[in-house]
């Protein structure tokens, strides 16, 4: 909401001194501004739409809506910023131009622009550390699961960086009365834009594609399940977010015999229990009990109870084989 308000305010105040000046790079960062405007929308719109109730046809939620929305973001910032810019670049070197009427306009705009910008970094930098950790901005925003605080953070810090390089073009422009340098503030500013928009999009497509949970949560979760009596190893576990809060966990686990059904069941729920007190954003989980065999699990088949029960004689003549397929 912060960047949201900013990037208004910022976007009409730039179109303004663009409007008096002609200036190139104040169209830029005006374009630019407007798509960070849009940028905010789609991620809160994105955040609505994920918190649906699961369907039949979703059965496991819309969480992950909240991903599309932020690839949308990462192909705006792309084709309306970047693009935008390093085309009026490539026009404003064709026919540069200096700025000769209402001079320190866009000079004024772009530090009070700077201002603005900087709230709004200093407002998502302070939400970030509430969840960042002990770790490095380059960590957090490749491992984020929410998509929304790395995506203003890049953005915010794209538009900083890009409100300097805007600075430097219509600075030097009015110092020199050489247009080409307006168009090289602009053209830096497409780059810029660029970069930031494959960044975001690269770190997107993970998300959208499945990830697991963090080697700090497998741990507890590894611990959670074995911890107790009920379950003696972990055959194999997989687990994958289903949304940025909820996290689902598979796994097939090595149980002792048990007398009944009833104590089975007693000892997956306590088990389950366990796994969502140690990680309470894992929602999903499904465990399948087994018999665990060495000689399965060194075959690598995936199957513990095939083999956890002697064979019958081969040599004898028998078709018969013991044990069952793991269910």
């Not at 890009?162 to 430097?168: E, P, R, S, Y």
Request: net charge negative.
């Amino acid at each position: 909401m912060a960047a949201l308000a900013a990037n208004v305010g910022i976007a009409v105040t730039k179109f303004i001194a663009f409007l008096l000046t002609g200036s190139s790079s104040m169209l830029a960062e005006s374009i630019h501004s407007v798509a960070d405007s849009g940028n905010q929308g789609l991620l809160l719109l994105g955040g609505r739409r994920a918190k649906r109730e699961a369907t039949p046809e979703h059965p496991f939620g819309y969480g992950r809506e909240r991903y599309i929305y932020a690839f949308i973001v990462a192909i705006v910032l792309f084709s309306v910023g970047g693009l935008f810019a390093l085309y009026e670049a490539y026009h404003k070197a064709q026919h540069p131009e200096p700025i000769t009427e209402w001079q320190w306009v866009p000079v004024a705009v772009l530090v009070i622009a700077i201002a603005m910008e900087s709230f709004s970094f200093r407002t998502a930098i302070q939400e970030s550390n509430q969840i960042r950790g002990n770790q490095s901005w380059v960590r957090f925003i490749r491992r984020a699961k929410a998509p929304e605080l790395p995506v203003v953070l890049l953005e915010d810090f794209g538009a900083l960086i890009g409100l300097v390089f805007a600075l430097f073009g219509v600075g030097m422009t009015l110092i020199t009365g050489n247009g080409m340098w307006d168009a090289a503030g602009t053209a830096m500013i497409g780059v810029l834009l660029v970069i930031i928009a494959i960044t975001l999009a690269i770190e997107t497509k993970s998300l959208l594609l499945g990830e697991g949970a963090e080697r700090h949560d497998l741990a507890k979760i590894e611990r959670a399940v074995t911890e107790g009596p009920e379950v003696e190893r972990i055959i194999h576990m997989k687990t994958l977010y289903l949304g940025p809060e909820e996290l689902m966990v598979a796994a097939k686990i090595g149980v002792a015999a048990c007398e009944t059904a009833e104590e089975l069941a007693r000892g997956i729920n306590a088990v389950e229990a366990r796994i969502r007190a140690a990680v309470p954003i894992a929602r999903v989980i499904y465990l399948e009990p087994d018999i665990y065999s060495v000689a399965a699990d060194r075959a690598g088949t995936g199957q513990a109870a095939p083999t956890a029960v002697p064979q019958a004689d081969t040599e004898s003549g028998s078709d018969e084989t013991a044990g069952r397929p793991g269910s």
